[in-house]
């Protein structure tokens, strides 16, 4: 029912910056907030950014300051600007949609495929 397409992945250099986008497609009404996961190696998916239909964010320990979640509700994307990047911020991410309607209540969560980023040092 919904259709996700990150980009903006690659290689950086400790201290870089990234900007990942997703692309929504589908059925996209009753959208209540779209976020950001990783998945480093050996580890278990995490949430990074949240942001709600609303507008309001919410961000992992790890990343508060240097990540910011943004969305264009006109192009159905979602940003995620990533600054000041470390190693440890190598992982794939994954844009992920949840749905709610007071019919249905939660629908998804919807995945994309995910996008390496990867941050040497």
């Known amino acids: 029912q919904v259709q996700l397409v990150e980009s903006g992945g690659g290689l950086v250099q400790a201290g870089g910056s990234l900007r990942l986008s997703c692309v929504a497609s589908?059925?996209?009404?009753?959208?209540?907030?779209m976020a950001w996961y990783r998945q480093a190696p050996g580890a278990q998916r995490e949430l990074v950014a949240r942001?709600?239909?609303?507008?309001?964010?919410n961000y992992a320990d790890s990343v508060k300051g240097r990540f910011t979640i943004s969305r264009d509700n006109a192009k159905n994307t979602v940003y995620l600007q990533m600054n000041s990047l470390k190693p440890e911020d190598t992982a794939v991410y994954y844009c992920?949609?949840?749905?709610?309607?007071?019919?249905?209540?939660?629908?998804?969560?919807?995945w994309g495929k995910g996008i390496l980023v990867t941050v040497s040092s």
């Open positions: 992920n949609v949840v749905k709610f309607t007071t019919r249905d209540g939660i629908m998804g969560p919807y």
């Open positions: 589908g059925i996209l009404s009753s959208i209540a907030s």
């Open positions: 942001i709600s239909s609303g507008g309001v964010t």
